[in-house]
């Protein structure tokens, strides 16, 4: 069966896609990576972070796969160095003084998806260097997958869920030659999502706002995961490292469901349906069957800016203690109200991403229906620690 690979950019969300069932996380240090606006991590933190994947039977991907430039090779060697010392599994990568320096130093590597791959002769060429896996191009259609997988002899991965960029995957300069941030850097600072207005010569004036044309919906495969796991592809891919906790929480779980359901010969349209509005609840554009089942229409792009998503999260307080004997929590309520009712999200980097609705709340030992600004007791049915962030979430209707 494949792989759920998920995207992490701090201690939460790895804590959360722990817990929420990926097999593989792959996240980018603070150079080298295509997040450069990413929370990222240090060479420091590798090990650390190594050892508590390995120790929940999670592989670790890390990405050195932005264009490299001169002053920055010995920049490559160092973090291909500290990666192989702390026991990162694969470096994810494209450029071709970090796979030279990958197989200098006998270290596993993966191709990006920055490699624009999407035929046969080019995965075999990548094979040939020594890659053990290509990560192909977003822009492939369902037969090309299939042809990749059946006819080059290497490991394929393939994104199944997040952001689709309106250029080839990552070759767009309008980033950079508006405001001098690269999208081959990882710095892309996505003008393509923004209304614009077109002025012709007599200014006159068009808003394109209603139907933002150059911002794609995003990727969504879980209605047709069967498909892809019939394909043959080794792993799947979710895109989002800059995304929130809870969105790397709600949708590694929603395809781990869905995958396993298939294993087990369940996966049907109700689930994948049910799983669908699951993943409408985090950040989304709307989504898209992207290159998958034929060439992207009008329908594939975002009506509006910004999230569809169906809640939000509004921070209220943080945790100032956990009393495990009677699984309460203390919050100390520094911006927002809480009531019984409400459902609450803790988040920390130990305790990831966990949720309840507030059913007992207590001041002063005695019980209360709403708290606000103060301190309060909160019962829990998951353990917290001390300074976890607490929020409340509302819908978005």
Known sequence: MAELLAPVSDRVMLTAAIDAGADCVYFGLQKLNMR??????????????????????????????????????????????GAKKAGVDNIICWDMAVIKECKRQEMPFHISTQASVANTEAAKFYKNLGAERIVLARECKLEDVKAIKQNSGIEVEAFIHGAMCVSVSGRCFMSQHMFNRSANRGDCLQPCRREYKIIDEENNELVLGENYVVSPKDLCALPFIDKLIEAGIDCFKIEGRVRSPEYVKTVVSAYREAIDAYEKREFNKELADKLVEKLKKVYNRGFSSGFYLGLPTADDFTDRGGSKAAQRKTYVGYVTNFFKEQGVAAVKLDAGAVKK?????????????????TESMQINKKPVEKAEKEMVGIKLNFTARENDKVYKIESNK
């Open 36 to 81: 450069a606006t990413g929370k990222n991590f240090t060479l420091e933190e590798l090990q650390e972070i190594v050892k508590q994947c390995h120790d929940n039977n999670v592989k670790v991907f890390l990405t050195v796969n932005t264009i490299v430039y001169d002053n920055e090779l010995e920049d490559v060697k160092k973090v291909i160095s």
């Open 341 to 357: 009712g409400d459902r609450i999200m803790i988040q920390g980097e130990k305790t990831g991403v966990q949720e309840q609705t």
